[in-house]
Structure formats: C-alpha cells, structure tokens
C-alpha cells in the first residue's frame, strides 16, 4: 500500500468509502454485514487505513455498520471519517446533537476526519450563517479532541468552493472533491485543484470512477490505452490518473464488493502516475465521452440579453449537461433547488428569441423542455 504524509500520519493513499457497501436483495438501507465485514478485513490486512462514512448514507445505517465492525480493532490502526449533513437543512440548527449521535453510532470518543458535508449552491448560506454556530461547535470539538482534523466535502461549482474558503479557509485542513479524468475539465475540477493550491489544502477525492462509469470504456477507447500500457486494466487508468496529481493525498472509493477491493488495493500497491502522452489520451477520451452527449455552450452569454424571462442559460445548459452525460444523479437537481422558481427551466416559455443569437445554433426551448421532462 502506497501511504501519503499529513499533518505527521501515514495516511493509506486508498480510502475505504462506504456509501455503496454491499447489501442484501438490492435494499441499499440493508447493508450486508457480513461481506462487508470480510472486506473491512481485508483492508485492515493489506494496509488501508483510512474509512469514510457519512450520516446519511445507506440510510443512516453506514456510520453504524462501521462502527460496529471497526471497533473490534485497535483505535490507532485505523482513521475514521465522517460528515455533518448540512445537504438537508432543517440539520443546520442540530449540530451538536448529531455530533453526539454520530460518535455514538461509530462507537468512538473522536473523529479523525470530519467534514461539512457537500458544500454547494443549496447550503452554502446557511453554512456560513453564524446563528446556526456549526463552525464554532466544530472547532470547539477540535480544540477537546473530539475532532483531530477538520475539513469539507464540495460538490458545489468553483464559486461556492472559492466563497467558502474565502470564509472558512483557514480553518479548513483538507478538501473532498469530485476529482476523475472526465471531471478535470467536465466539471472544472482542475479549476478546484488550483483554488485549493492557493490555500495549501490537500485534496481527497470522491467519485474516482464517477459512480462506475469510468470502469468501463468503449472497444475504441480501451483499444488506444491497452496500446500505451497493455498491462493495465481500465479502472488502473483511473486511478494512474489521480496518482499523477501532486495534490492528492487519499482516494475513495465506494467499492460494492471484495473483488472490487482487491483490485484497487493491487493498483495502490505502487505509484505509476502517467507520461504527458498518456494523461492527454486519456483526457481526448473523456472530451469525446461528453461531447458525443453535451451541448456546445461556449458561454458566450448572447442568449441572456435576449430572454424575456432573465433566465440564466449558459448556466442552466451547463447543468443540463452535466444531467444528461451523468444520465441523471442529484447534481443538477440539487444546484436547481437554489434557484427561484422563475429561474429555473420549467420558466422558459419557448419564445425561441435567444437561438436565434446563438452562434452555436442550439435548440435552447427544446433543452429546457427536456430538462424539465427530465427533472420530474
């Protein structure tokens, strides 16, 4: 196992995610016990040491789990992560009271990690309101020991990242991102990666293999990287590409069974970051896997002057396209959901005056249409 320096600890450069453990008839709030307990074995034998868990995951019953199979190891062989759920907001008032539920649930009297979960568009205010004292409480639990390091979690665009370190930064000791070979431009990850630079904050990295999607690849695209490394499986890629990124420190990754965890903890066992010749393939490859589905926004903004509703559409296009190469998911939705109702798609009224300045010719009133179609 390659291990990563912070703060004085030897961190296990892969992370144990358990957002998608292994469950029982397809019942993601049943977690299969069992098989999650023989792979929480078999990470603790072969040298990962680090487990990231959530309230909200499989239903509440995560933190739980992990608890409950991690205690039966020493608390200095292991590091454990969790979240304040601040992507439900009727939670912003109860910080301490789901603190104090989640050592509970995890069976420890600290956390080694712990985040403000999913900074984005729809929490961002109430984060950095001071009436709900979530950074205050959460330093004080620093400060007892109950916290060793704090950090966040941010699905949000680079806006509410940069808005929140600008607040919080100096606080803030490490930053969960979505980070994968097709996010790097897609969703302006590598933007992200420069904004934490400026703040010294070393990155985790959520979504490796973007939910699955990056486990696999068209004949064409795997022809092209078994030709620059025949040895090397499709999700190695992946993972390769994270290995060239300096900032990098953990990488998790939600595996679903022990198979999945052998072969990842195999890839982790050494560092082959990529040639500059290998990163730009395997980069054209993810621009073509979005443009074969995304809309060409250039963001040249001509359509706004034009739209009687004062609809934002670069902005929305932006999202609807993450909808559609996502093939769904709770981004868009969940950044929508800051937006006013008079904002969002379901405003258009199809009076199609924006597409007759686009200079991309797209078909603006039938995206928004889809969009809404989509969203329901």
């Given at each position: 196992?390659?291990?990563?320096?912070?703060?004085?600890?030897?961190?296990?450069?892969?992370?144990?995610?358990?957002?998608?453990?292994?469950?029982?008839?397809?019942?993601?709030?049943?977690?299969?016990?069992?098989?999650?307990?023989?792979?929480?074995?078999?990470?603790?034998?072969?040298?990962?040491?680090?487990?990231?868990?959530?309230?909200?995951?499989?239903?509440?019953?995560?933190?739980?789990?992990?608890?409950?199979?991690?205690?039966?190891?020493?608390?200095?062989?292991?590091?454990?992560?969790?979240?304040?759920?601040?992507?439900?907001?009727?939670?912003?008032?109860?910080?301490?009271?789901?603190?104090?539920?989640?050592?509970?649930?995890?069976?420890?009297?600290?956390?080694?990690?712990?985040?403000?979960?999913?900074?984005?568009?729809?929490?961002?205010?109430?984060?950095?309101?001071?009436?709900?004292?979530?950074?205050?409480?959460?330093?004080?639990?620093?400060?007892?020991?109950?916290?060793?390091?704090?950090?966040?979690?941010?699905?949000g665009s680079y806006d509410v990242a940069k808005r929140f370190l600008e607040a919080y930064g100096k606080y803030m000791?490490?930053?969960?991102?979505?980070?994968?070979?097709?996010?790097?431009?897609?969703?302006?990850?590598?933007?992200?990666?420069?904004?934490?630079?400026?703040?010294?904050?070393?990155?985790?990295?959520?979504?490796?293999?973007?939910?699955?999607?990056?486990?696999?690849?068209?004949?064409?695209?795997?022809?092209?990287?078994?030709?620059?490394?025949?040895?090397?499986?499709?999700?190695?890629?992946?993972?390769?590409?994270?290995?060239?990124?300096?900032?990098?420190?953990?990488?998790?990754?939600?595996?679903?069974?022990?198979?999945?965890?052998?072969q990842n903890i195999a890839i982790f066992s050494e560092e082959k970051p990529l040639n500059d010749t290998e990163k730009?393939?395997?980069?054209?490859?993810?621009?073509?896997?979005?443009?074969?589905?995304?809309?060409?926004?250039?963001?040249?903004?001509?359509?706004?002057?034009?739209?009687?509703?004062?609809?934002?559409?670069?902005?929305?296009?932006?999202?609807?396209?993450?909808?559609?190469?996502?093939?769904?998911?709770?981004?868009?939705?969940?950044?929508?959901?800051?937006?006013?109702?008079?904002?969002?798609?379901?405003?258009?009224?199809?009076?199609?005056?924006?597409?007759?300045?686009?200079?991309?010719?797209?078909?603006?009133?039938?995206?928004?249409?889809?969009?809404?179609?989509?969203?329901?």
């Amino acid at each position: 196992m390659i291990y990563k320096d912070f703060k004085g600890l030897k961190l296990s450069a892969l992370g144990l995610g358990s957002m998608r453990l292994p469950t029982i008839d397809g019942n993601d709030a049943n977690i299969d016990k069992a098989a999650t307990a023989e792979m929480v074995e078999y990470a603790m034998q072969h040298g990962v040491n680090y487990y990231d868990t959530a309230w909200g995951y499989h239903d509440g019953n995560s933190e739980l789990v992990m608890g409950e199979l991690l205690e039966k190891y020493p608390r200095d062989s292991f590091y454990l992560a969790t979240k304040f759920p601040g992507y439900d907001l009727s939670n912003m008032d109860k910080v301490e009271k789901i603190f104090e539920k989640q050592l509970e649930k995890c069976r420890v009297d600290h956390f080694d990690f712990y985040l403000f979960h999913n900074v984005c568009e729809m929490n961002v205010e109430q984060y950095l309101d001071p009436k709900y004292g979530i950074l205050d409480y959460l330093l004080k639990q620093k400060e007892n020991g109950r916290i060793r390091h704090l950090g966040f979690s941010c699905h949000g665009s680079y806006d509410v990242a940069k808005r929140f370190l600008e607040a919080y930064g100096k606080y803030m000791e490490f930053c969960q991102i979505q980070l994968n070979y097709m996010d790097y431009d897609f969703q302006n990850a590598k933007a992200k990666l420069e904004l934490l630079k400026e703040y010294d904050i070393p990155v985790w990295v959520m979504e490796p293999l973007r939910g699955g999607k990056l486990a696999s690849l068209s004949e064409d695209a795997e022809a092209r990287l078994h030709a620059l490394r025949p040895d090397e499986s499709i999700p190695g890629w992946a993972f390769r590409f994270l290995q060239s990124l300096p900032q990098v420190t953990v990488t998790l990754s939600g595996m679903s069974n022990l198979e999945q965890l052998k072969q990842n903890i195999a890839i982790f066992s050494e560092e082959k970051p990529l040639n500059d010749t290998e990163k730009q393939t395997l980069l054209d490859i993810a621009s073509h896997m979005v443009n074969k589905s995304a809309l060409p926004c250039t963001g040249c903004r001509y359509c706004t002057s034009h739209c009687p509703q004062g609809l934002n559409i670069p902005y929305l296009l932006e999202l609807y396209n993450e909808h559609i190469v996502t093939g769904g998911g709770f981004l868009a939705p969940m950044a929508l959901s800051s937006l006013p109702v008079d904002k969002q798609p379901s405003a258009c009224i199809g009076c199609r005056s924006c597409e007759r300045v686009c200079p991309q010719q797209i078909k603006i009133s039938e995206a928004m249409a889809d969009f809404v179609k989509k969203l329901q």
